[in-house]
């Protein structure tokens, strides 16, 4: 019998099982994969992940970005400069595995190799069937991922806004890897409602395909990654390329993420953003908030978990909507506004504030609003000047 059982050691389930053993909450944190296991993922941190995550994560940064890099095909190619670094590039299989060793020396029982097959939720507990055993607990955290078991046997599995994205680990000549240190790449006129990035590692590069806001529509990600990598001059003389795939549960909708005696965190609760498809922040964040609740539900035997659920809405859902509406404007016509992007250093701030969670998105589109007339004013007054 357990306090609390925690499935999936992703940056949510690791990151609540962390929390939760800490306090001396009876934990067992299960994973179905034998650990350390390959997470399809980009693997960009964005600076932000640190205010939510104290641990140091640092053995497994692969790169530290300063810098971004912004295109659309050939017509439009441009840097962003930043003050300092925005994020980190990691790798999953470490950074996951890093993290569930933390959740351990914190006192958490950690199995790999522990497929849960079967979940049942009732008014005196939850039981989990994994390797033909029972185990009893608590409280059910389901950080199990897009797909996971624990939201459809909860009956939390509602109609979702999921989106695809594939990527390929590319081995590349050294001069070819050197060439995207330090920056992150993103191409938005690789894929329609979506980009393609480049993410640079220690020894290769991640490149990936994703479409983020239409998320419904019907597209071959690996015709479009293929035709992307054939494109991309740098991507030539790969030495080894290795292709995985993943759903994107997209956030910005009102959705149940919990029930009596169960959480949903991170893309098991649908929390990835739906403009940029950055998703580890709000798994790490929604993991440390469920981990809260839950004390809070051990000590007063108040197992609801509604005020869980409006505090992911305040935190999440509703800027989400905010993101949505951007990116229905922004990949509908990404040519027109990356060309003000590229003169704005009003959007670059943003950018980067963003990236540290200084600023929301419903603030950056206020903002944006209203300094509009005075950045066009200046802009014709320029080229009257000029010409
Ligand atoms: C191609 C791609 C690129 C991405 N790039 C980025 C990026 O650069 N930056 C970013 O912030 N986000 C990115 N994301 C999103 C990010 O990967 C996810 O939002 C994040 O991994 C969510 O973490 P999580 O802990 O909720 O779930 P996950 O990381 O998916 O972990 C869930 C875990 O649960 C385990 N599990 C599932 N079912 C069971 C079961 N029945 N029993 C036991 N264990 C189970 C799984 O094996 C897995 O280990 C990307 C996503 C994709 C698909």
Redesign the pocket.
């Known amino acids: 019998m357990f306090d609390v059982i925690v ?8 990151t609540a099982a962390r929390h939760l053993a800490r306090a001396g909450v009876k934990t067992l944190l ?4 034998k650990l350390p ?1 390959y ?8 600076a932000k ?1 640190k205010n939510v995550l104290d641990i140091d994560f640092s053995p497994t940064i692969e790169d530290t970005i300063a810098r971004a890099s912004v295109a659309f095909r050939d017509e439009i190619r441009f840097p962003v400069e930043f003050d300092g670094p925005v994020g980190w590039s990691v790798m ?1 299989d470490k950074f ?1 595995m890093l993290l569930a060793n933390e959740a351990a020396k914190a006192g958490a029982q950690v199995r790999d190799a ?4 079967r979940v049942e939720i009732d008014d005196d507990g939850v039981r989990v069937q ?1 390797n033909g055993d029972e185990i009893r607990a608590q409280v059910l955290v389901g ?8 939201a459809r046997a909860a009956g939390l599995h509602a109609e979702r806004n999921l989106a ?4 390929a680990e590319m081995e590349l000549p050294n001069d070819a890897v050197e060439h995207w240190r330090g920056v992150w790449h993103l191409d938005f006129g690789a894929v329609p409602y979506g980009y393609a ?1 480049i ?1 640079p590692k220690a020894e290769h590069v991640s490149v ?1 395909v ?1 479409a983020f806001v239409r998320a419904n529509q019907k597209l071959n990600l690996r015709e479009l990654l293929k035709q992307y990598i054939s494109g991309e001059p740098t991507l030539h003389h790969a030495k080894h390329v290795a292709y ?5 549960p997209l956030g910005g909708t009102l959705r149940a993420v919990s029930k009596q005696r169960v959480v949903l ?5 649908n ?3 739906p403009f940029s ?7 790490v964040k ?2 440390g908030l469920a981990a809260a609740h839950i004390l809070r539900g051990l000590v007063t035997g108040n197992f609801d978990f509604s005020e869980y659920m409006t505090q992911i809405q305040n935190e999440f859902t509703r800027d989400y909507g905010y993101a949505q509406k951007l990116g229905a404007v922004f990949y509908r016509a990404p040519v027109t506004l990356l060309k003000i992007y590229q003169q704005s250093d009003l959007l670059r701030r943003f950018t980067q504030e963003i990236a540290h969670a200084d600023m929301d998105y419903h603030t950056v589109i206020g903002k944006s609003l209203r300094q509009a007339p005075r950045f066009f004013l200046s802009k014709a007054i320029q080229k009257i000047r000029g010409g």
């Open positions: 499935v999936g050691t992703g940056p949510s389930g690791t299960l994973e179905k994969e296991r997470k399809p993922c980009g693997g960009g941190v964005t992940v999953r996951d522990s497929n849960v097959k994994v950080a199990d991922g897009a797909n996971g078991l624990v695809a994205a594939l990527e990035w993410f990936g994703g995985h795939g993943h759903t994107l965190v991170g893309d098991a609760a929390l990835v953003d498809g950055e998703g580890i922040y709000a798994a929604s993991g």
